[in-house]
């Protein structure tokens, strides 16, 4: 995996499955991430080939559910998130993987609760020696790239500490989102505390935080110096920030997600949560749209919705 100018899509909850990872690399996304995935729930999977999609599952044994879907179109971009608090657990969940993706990342910047009652997220920045255990044994193991993803700490200085310990385990790149744990969406992301640790360390970084235009790539790479940029709530609003000619109309950005969880066959619960999310960024729930995504049982129905019922019936009849 190259880290050298980079566009990055984020790891994002029930938003990064293949459909959006695919829909964001047509716009020009270098690398992907997927969702995190808790090791627990994938050391429950088995990996099956899906000759109908042309797709690797990681099915969930018992339940049947795709808990994580790849292809081969997106092998050398794809990296997958991992939430764990355990390396012996981390390794036996990315050895299950690691030939499908083109990197293994550890979270290392959740802070929700869930997250962190179970030591795993940001719960890791005060674990340091944890840190270097897991990344290390992932390193001393695993053939591809292993990086990780943190958020600030309640100090540049500390921040600068913890990161240089991660340099130190062998990772290809770190990714920085430029908010503390205790901080909110609307608050300001701090690109210069991002600045801190690229001057600090020798791999790459990638700069995450308020990146909501194409032309934010670039801003942010000046003021951080870091190496590539990962967005998050900018892709999610509108996939088409990666291009540089401009992003295209939302209401386009819709349909042609709509199209590709069809043709993916996406859950449709991480669908609905990713039109409701763009849908509440332009509109409001309340209104037709809202109402009729919130109410859809099926991708059928999200299909008939949107217009794409004929194109549901032609890629459903063809498997």
């Not at 695993?142 to 500390?158: E, F, M, P, Q, Y």
């Not at 790149?173 to 001057?199: F, N, Q, T, Y």
């Not at 009729?292 to 009849?317: C, H, P, R, W």
């Amino acid at each position: 995996m190259d880290y050298e100018n980079k566009l990055v899509l984020a790891p994002m909850v029930r938003v990064g499955t293949l459909p959006f990872r695919l829909l964001s690399a047509e716009y020009g996304a270098d690398i992907t991430y997927g969702e995190e995935i808790i090791d627990h729930k994938f050391l429950k999977c088995e990996r099956r080939v899906n000759d109908f999609l042309g797709t690797t599952d990681f099915v969930e044994k018992g339940t049947g559910d795709v808990v994580f879907r790849t292809c081969p179109e997106e092998r050398n971009r794809i990296v997958f998130q991992m939430g764990t608090s355990d390396s012996v657990r981390a390794l036996a969940a990315a050895e299950l993987v690691s030939k499908d993706v083109a990197a293994i990342d550890i979270n290392m910047g959740c802070p929700k609760s869930f997250s962190i009652s179970g030591g795993m997220g940001a719960a890791l920045l005060s674990k340091p020696e944890l840190v270097h255990d897991i990344l290390t044994t992932l390193r001393r193991n695993l053939d591809g790239a292993v990086t990780c993803k943190i958020r600030l700490l309640n100090s540049s200085h500390n921040t600068v500490e913890f990161a240089r310990r991660i340099e130190m385990s062998g990772v290809s790149a770190l990714a920085v989102h430029g908010r503390r744990i205790k901080d909110r969406p609307r608050d300001p992301a701090m690109w210069c505390e991002i600045a801190d640790v690229v001057s600090a360390l020798s791999i790459p970084v990638i700069a995450n935080g308020d990146v909501f235009d194409y032309k934010h790539f670039e801003r942010i790479k000046s003021v951080t110096g870091a190496t590539s940029v990962m967005v998050a709530r900018g892709a999610l609003w509108n996939a088409s920030i990666f291009r540089a000619e401009g992003k295209l109309p939302w209401e386009d950005i819709k349909r042609e997600y709509v199209r590709k969880c069809i043709l993916w066959d996406n859950d449709v619960k991480s669908t609905k949560q990713t039109l409701k999310e763009m849908i509440m960024h332009y509109s409001c729930l309340e209104f037709e749209e809202g109402k009729a995504v919130t109410k859809s049982k099926t991708i059928a129905d999200l299909a008939n919705f949107y217009g794409e019922d004929g194109y549901y019936q032609l890629v459903t009849k063809s498997r």
